[in-house]
């Protein structure tokens, strides 16, 4: 069974710092997808940034960087010079192959950034 | 373009009532995914649909069900609702079909929040 674990309920930061939310992730599959979205007070769940388990490279979308470590089946998001806007949950999900669109989602993380 | 649209937005029903969902997808995106998400469960797949078929299932009850449309609009219905129905139900669309294809991105609408009483 697929797992994603995010072990940080609620994160502080101060505006312009950076800030690392963590999430690891079980699978046996060689090949899946990880995904970050960010869920403000609204609901909406607003999607951040895609990393492949086949990508050589960490993914980076403007403010936003995945930290891949592969063996150790991590997956951290880096978010850069916080923004008050920022504050939100933070969701790290993955997608097994072979199972549609069916993602599986982590508990998620409060993030406040303090001004 | 424009969004994922969920109607309604908020939804008061009772006990033993039926409810149903609506979602219209990105233009052009055939794949469409429901989620419920609570505070206890936190966010849960209900099913996918691609063109109107039911590609994937998650562990519901059979209470809880769905269909697609030609024009890829969903809708899912939940028949005799119970106080642990309430919910956000969060729907998302995506522009990839084909299961075994590299992972796409999902795209998700606002949500319906409904209250069960």
Not at chain 2, 29 to 35: G, L, T
Request: net charge positive.
């Amino acid at each position: 069974a697929q797992k994603i674990t995010q072990t940080q309920p609620g994160m502080f930061v101060q505006e312009k710092e950076a800030v690392t939310l963590d999430c690891t992730y079980d699978t046996s599959d060689p090949s899946y997808g990880l995904f970050w979205y960010k869920q403000p007070s609204s609901g909406e769940m607003i999607f951040l940034i895609y990393q492949g388990s086949y990508d050589q490279q960490n993914a980076t979308e403007g403010r936003y960087s995945l930290n891949f470590q592969k063996a150790r089946k991590s997956a951290n998001l880096v978010i850069s010079a916080s923004q008050l806007g920022d504050s939100a949950m933070y969701f790290c999900a993955m997608r097994p192959p072979n199972t549609g669109n069916q993602f599986y989602f982590g508990t998620g993380t409060s993030l406040t950034v303090i001004p | 373009k424009a969004g994922v649209t969920q109607t309604p937005r908020y939804l008061i029903k009772t006990r033993g009532q039926q409810v149903t969902l609506s979602c219209s997808p990105i233009s052009g995106h055939r794949s469409v995914s429901w989620y419920q998400q609570t505070p206890g469960q936190g966010l849960q797949f209900l099913f996918e649909y691609f063109s109107e078929t039911q590609r994937n299932k998650g562990n519901f009850p059979g209470r809880f069900s769905g269909r697609q449309f030609s024009n890829s609009r969903s809708e899912m219905n939940v028949s005799t609702l119970e106080l642990g129905d309430s919910a956000l139900y969060l729907c998302a669309s995506s522009p990839q079909g084909l299961a075994g294809v590299l992972p796409g991105t999902q795209y998700f609408g606002p949500g319906t929040r409904l209250t069960v009483l």
